[in-house]
Nanobody, 117 residues
Framework: QVQLVESGGGLVQPGGSLRLSCAVD????????MGWYRQAPGKQRELVSA????????NYADSVKGRFTISRDNAKNTLYLQMNSLKPEDTAVYYC??????????WGQGTQVTVSS
């Protein structure tokens, strides 16, 4: 079992920024992939961004490209999501995800991000 603990959500005005953090309870190199998903009310959970292959490759949903940046601190075993130029449509619960091998998926408890004036 992998424990993931998110933090950093909150209320922000349109155009503002937030940084989400996901603390992992083990060496981050033991994970094959990590990422951020989000789920808005009445919608399916969707991939926002992922980092794989030992951190050598990242991908982003088209809706966040150029605004969000995924990164990780190997020494702190922490994953980040820097979110800039936030829009009301970014409002959702954001979940940290980790995968080991095939089919071993782990989720954090989620952190609420609300973009509103």
């Amino acid at each position: 079992q992998v424990q993931l603990v998110e933090s950093g959500g909150g209320l922000v005005q349109p155009g503002g920024s937030l940084r989400l953090s996901c603390a992992v309870d083990r060496n981050i190199f033991s994970l094959d992939a990590m990422g951020w998903y989000r789920q808005a009310p009445g919608k399916q959970r969707e991939l926002v961004s992922a980092i794989i292959s030992g951190g050598l490759r990242t991908n982003y949903a088209d809706s966040v490209k150029g605004r969000f940046t995924i990164s990780r601190d190997n020494a702190k075993n922490t994953l980040y999501l820097q979110m800039n130029s936030l829009k009301p449509e970014d409002t959702a619960v954001y979940y940290c995800h980790a995968r080991i091998g095939v089919g071993n998926n782990y989720w954090g408890q989620g952190t609420q991000v609300t973009v509103s004036s």
